[in-house]
T-cell receptor
Framework: NAGVTQTPKFQVLKTGQSMTLQCAQD?????MSWYRQDPGMGLRLIHY???????DQGEVPNGYNVSRSTTEDFPLRLLSAAPSQTSVYFC???????????FGQGTRLTVV | QKEVEQDPGPLSVPEGAIVSLNCTYS??????FMWYRQYSRKGPELLMY????GNKEDGRFTAQVDKSSKYISLFIRDSQPSDSATYLC?????????FGAGTRLTVKP
C-alpha cells in the first residue's frame, strides 16, 4: 500500500516555465488537497477537491490550477512559474471530512 | 493576524524533560484540532486528533483543547531524542484545515 505518492521529489524551473506536480493515492479517499510549506508560514492550502470532478480554491490559489478527473489523481499545475513559488509542496488525502490527512513526501521546487 | 498562531521556537530540551507546545486560533467555528509531527525532509504525520474541549492522552503524548480560550496544547512526557522534529498544530473544519507555522523541537541525549 503506497499511500500518497508525489512526483517529482525535486525540480528546478526557470521563471515563466510551466509544469505539473503529480499526486496519486491508492486509498480510495474522497478528499485531496495541495499545500505549500514555507519557512515561518506553516502549511498553506492551495486547492482542494472533495471528489472526482469537484475542486475549489484554498488560501493561496493564485498561479496554480488543479483538476480531479479520477479519485486517485490530483495534479497541480503551475502555469507560469515565478520565484515566489519556490517552496515545498505537499499533497494530502483524507478519507472523509474532518479525518486525519495522509501526506505525501513532498516536492521541493525552486524557481530561478 | 494569522488564523492560527504557533511559536516557531526552536525549542531545545534535555532527554526526559516534559515538553509543552501551544497554539492559539481566532475562529471559534473551528471544530477539529490536530497535531502533526514532521521529520526533516518528510511529510507531516498525524500524532493526535480531537474535536472537543478537554484532554486526550496517547502514551507519552497529551493533547489539550480549551475552546473558550481558543488555545490548544501538546504535552510530551519523558521526551526522547527520537521526538526531535517539527510539530505542527492544525485547526479547522472538514477539508479546510489551517496549520500553525510549526515548532522545531530538539531533544538532546
Amino acid at each position: 500500500n503506497a499511500g500518497v505518492t508525489q512526483t517529482p521529489k525535486f525540480q528546478v524551473l526557470k521563471t515563466g516555465q510551466s509544469m505539473t506536480l503529480q499526486c496519486a493515492q491508492d486509498m480510495n479517499h474522497e478528499y485531496m488537497s495541495w499545500y505549500r510549506q514555507d519557512p515561518g508560514m506553516g502549511l498553506r492550502l492551495i486547492h482542494y477537491s472533495v471528489g472526482a470532478g469537484i475542486t475549489d480554491q484554498g488560501e493561496v490559489p493564485n498561479g496554480y490550477n488543479v483538476s480531479r478527473s479520477t479519485t486517485e489523481d490530483f495534479p497541480l499545475r503551475l502555469l507560469s512559474a515565478a520565484p515566489s513559488q519556490t517552496s515545498v509542496y505537499f499533497c494530502a488525502s483524507i478519507p472523509r471530512q474532518g479525518a486525519r490527512a495522509f501526506f505525501g513526501q513532498g516536492t521541493r521546487l525552486t524557481v530561478v | 493576524q494569522k488564523e492560527v498562531e504557533q511559536d516557531p521556537g526552536p525549542l531545545s530540551v534535555p532527554e526526559g524533560a516534559i515538553v509543552s507546545l501551544n497554539c492559539t486560533y481566532s475562529n471559534s467555528a473551528f471544530q477539529y484540532f490536530m497535531w502533526y509531527r514532521q521529520y526533516s525532509r518528510k511529510g507531516p504525520e498525524l500524532l493526535m486528533y480531537t474535536y472537543s474541549s478537554g484532554n486526550k492522552e496517547d502514551g507519552r503524548f497529551t493533547a489539550q483543547v480549551d475552546k473558550s480560550s481558543k488555545y490548544i496544547s501538546l504535552f510530551i512526557r519523558d521526551s526522547q531524542p527520537s521526538d526531535s522534529a517539527t510539530y505542527l498544530c492544525a485547526i479547522g473544519n472538514n477539508n479546510d484545515m489551517r496549520f500553525g507555522a510549526g515548532t522545531r523541537l530538539t531533544v538532546k541525549p
